[in-house]
């Protein structure tokens, strides 16, 4: 499956937080029937998909924050592997994690983070509603 971010070459980690922040925003806009939104203040990006929220991007923050929905078992799994993950901020610990975008974590990581987020949300909308977004099933 080439993701959003398959420009780049696995395992490969950014030179800098702001270009791994790009990287998700564009990433994010790119995913089908994305909508990008500022709920809160136009330093934090919202994307949403089906009227529900699937990344949160702090835009002005070093080194930047990106806050996804995620597998309970796996997020527990991600804040004790990796020092740059932890339970989602302002969010349900158990189902949301916040990732700090430093150079030290991998691009791969987080379009995997990103594309599951988004389809959790997806799988969430009620089939009869649920627009055809192209997921793999």
Known sequence: ???????VSPRHHPSDASELRERVLR??????????????????????????MFAV???NDEPGQLTLKCNPD??????QQFDEII?????NKRHWITITLTPSI???????LTTESYELIVAAIPVHTRPDFGLRE
Not at 1 to 7: C, E, I, L, N, Y
Not at 74 to 79: C, E, G, R
């Open 57 to 59: 991007v702090s835009k």
């Open 74 to 79: 796996y997020a527990a799994f991600l804040t």
């Open 27 to 52: 990433a994010c806009a790119l995913l089908p029937g994305a909508e990008l939104t500022y709920p809160f203040d136009e330093d934090t990006a919202v994307f949403k998909v089906g009227a529900r």
């Open 87 to 91: 339970p989602g901020y302002h969010m």
């Open 106 to 112: 991998s691009v791969d990581l987080v379009e995997e």
């Open 1 to 7: 499956r080439a993701g959003a971010f398959s420009d």
